[in-house]
Every structure is written in structure tokens, then in C-alpha cells.
């Protein structure tokens, strides 16, 4: 298993520098009052989600007849299980970005304003990201990537574009009836693993 996580990884690494620094440049543009600041957060994790996960999928695609999958001495679930941690690596990495950066950016905002406050206009101060907004961020990146994976990684092709469509609407109906950050949170990861179990064991399915 270690080689095709490893053999992933390295894949993926244009994509991971992608999202490190598509973090970087959203987290340092997005400091202010979570009240107003957190709807536009949601649309990093969202938009990053969905592209690695599509990318992951075509690449699970292209695979099925890959001699690297087919002739490595690792049952199917377990392959399919590390190309499911090489993206979730990617995930984490992309989002500790985001989250570092933005706590930076807070800081650096809030010295200027104690510095400089007599030449500000003194309004709402920035906020650092709580735990329930980063576990929320981290879910839904998570689940964006696990639903797009899937659909973009179905056997037939004419499924995938009913399914990229489908899916993150239904996806979001479930999301949105729900109250809290926590919950939300806790929908978001269950949504995510069910799909991502669903790529795994389709794919893994495929090999036989």
C-alpha cells in the first residue's frame, strides 16, 4: 500500500502546491469579521474540493488498466484505500494552509490596528477562525472532494456528467438543512466517507 500512496503523493504534488497556495492568497485576502468574511471562506474549500477530486477521479479512471495497479502485490481495497489517503493528505495540507495564513494575516491586521489607530477608521475587528469554522472548512473540502471523486471516477462516462451535477446539488440540500456548525460539520465528514467509500470499493470492483 505504501508505494501507491507514495506513487499518488508525488502525482498529486502539482496539485498540493496548487492548493497550498491558492489557500495562501485566499486566507491573506479574507481577514475581517467572521460575520462577513465566512460565507466567501466557504467557496475555497468548496471550488478546491471539487477540482482535486475530479482530477483524483479521471486519474482513478485512466488507472484501471495501469500495470503499476494491476501487478502490485496489494489486494484492490487496499490500493484504492491509499490513493484515498494520498487525497486526503492533499486535503489536510491544503487546508492547514488556509488556516495558518489566515491566523497570520489576522495578526499582522490587528497590530496595525493597535499601532495605527488614531489613523484608522476603528470598525468591526478581524477574527481568527474558530474550531467549529475550521472543523466546518475542513468538512466541507472534504466532502466536495469525495463527491466529485466519485462521480468523475464512474466507470461510464455518460454517468459522469449526470452525477458532477446531481450529486453536490443533492449534497447541498442535505447541508443546508442543517442548523449549526457542528452538525453541519458532522453531515459534511458522514457525506464524505460514504463517497469516498463508494469510489474505493467501485473501483477496487473493477480490477477483478
Request: with cysteine.
Amino acid at each position: 500500500m505504501r508505494p501507491a500512496y507514495l506513487r499518488e503523493l508525488k502525482e498529486l504534488s502539482p496539485v498540493i502546491v496548487l492548493l497550498v497556495a491558492t489557500g495562501i492568497l485566499a486566507a491573506a485576502n479574507l481577514t475581517g469579521p467572521m460575520v462577513r468574511q465566512f460565507d466567501d471562506m466557504l467557496v475555497f474549500p468548496i471550488c478546491a474540493g471539487l477540482g482535486l477530486g475530479i482530477l483524483q477521479g479521471l486519474l482513478d479512471r485512466w488507472r484501471r488498466d495501469d500495470l503499476f495497479s494491476l501487478h502490485r502485490p496489494v489486494a484492490a481495497v487496499r490500493m484504492e484505500t491509499a490513493r484515498t489517503l494520498a487525497g486526503a493528505t492533499a486535503i489536510l495540507v491544503g487546508a492547514l494552509a488556509f488556516v495558518v495564513t489566515h491566523r497570520l494575516a489576522t495578526l499582522v491586521e490587528l497590530a496595525d490596528r493597535e499601532r495605527f489607530s488614531q489613523l484608522l477608521v476603528i470598525g468591526d475587528e478581524p477574527e481568527h477562525l474558530g474550531a467549529r469554522a475550521i472543523g466546518l472548512l475542513t468538512s466541507l473540502f472534504f466532502a466536495a472532494w469525495a463527491v466529485a471523486r466519485f462521480a468523475a471516477g464512474l466507470a461510464r462516462i455518460r454517468w459522469v456528467l449526470p452525477a458532477l451535477v446531481l450529486l453536490p446539488l443533492a449534497a447541498w440540500s442535505l447541508l443546508s438543512r442543517v442548523g449549526s456548525m457542528p452538525a453541519a460539520s458532522v453531515a459534511a465528514l458522514l457525506l464524505a466517507t460514504l463517497f469516498a467509500l463508494g469510489s474505493g470499493l467501485v473501483l477496487a470492483g473493477d480490477r477483478r
